[in-house]
């Protein structure tokens, strides 16, 4: 299958409802992730990155996502007290065709989801997705000082392929050296299982918003 830009996502799971980010939606992400503990790990280059306000954080967010040459994502519950809530974003971009290649990155999650089956579904649609669609590699990758989230990478069943020093200036002007992981189409399978029994686990129950 030759590989080709993935169709605009529309994806729905068990927990959550994948759909392009738009710039309406940009208030309510900033509701869900404008928190300083978003942007401790890594997002938005680190903690320097965080906006006060919603006004400045749509116009940070008109260049910091790449609305044009990736699709930007809006993640939102599905069912429960809280369905169609947006709790955060991720991205599949940096596309390479002729190589099969993507990166699905720039995501952030309302803290109220961490450890809820909403990242692992989100992986689940999107990596099925891009392989869908004759994409044979997919990267992820994360600040390597960013523990947290470079567990949660281990967890999706990834595979660590080293880490780029200097990679990147962050916010504050230090440089971040990138923790590098993949998912190929030869993982698929097992990495699929995975996470399918990891969201077995939640048993369908919708995700709830414990109150900040």
Do not use: C
């Not at 992730?33 to 400045?56: D, K, S």
């Not at 429960?80 to 940096?94: A, F, K, N, Y």
């Not at 990267?139 to 069943?157: F, H, P, T, V, Y």
């Not at 504050?172 to 189409?185: E, K, L, Q």
């Amino acid at each position: 299958m030759t590989a080709q830009r993935p169709a605009p996502a529309q994806l729905e799971g068990r927990y959550i409802r994948i759909s392009p980010l738009t710039r309406d939606d940009l208030p309510a992400l900033f509701e869900a992730i404008g928190r300083p503990e978003v942007f401790a790990g890594g997002y938005g280059g680190g903690p320097a990155g965080l906006r006060a306000t919603a006004e400045e954080f749509a116009a940070w967010a008109e260049t910091a996502y790449m609305w044009n040459t990736s699709d930007v994502l809006a993640v939102r519950l599905k069912g429960g007290e809280h369905d169609g809530r947006l709790v955060g974003t991720s991205t599949l971009g940096e596309y390479d065709l002729p190589n099969e290649a993507a990166h699905i990155g720039w995501t952030a999650w309302d803290p109220r989801v961490w450890g809820t089956a909403v990242n692992p579904e989100a992986k689940l649609l999107m990596l099925g997705h891009a392989f869908d669609s004759g994409i044979g590699r997919v990267k992820i990758q994360a600040d390597a000082r960013n523990e947290r989230s470079r567990k949660a990478i281990l967890r999706l069943g990834a595979t660590f392929e080293g880490t780029l020093r200097r990679d990147r200036p962050r916010a504050d002007g230090s440089w971040r050296d990138t923790a590098v992981y993949s998912v190929i189409i030869d993982d698929w399978p097992e990495v699929k299982a995975g996470l399918e029994a990891r969201l077995d686990v939640f048993a369908g129950a919708p995700v709830a918003l414990a109150s900040r």
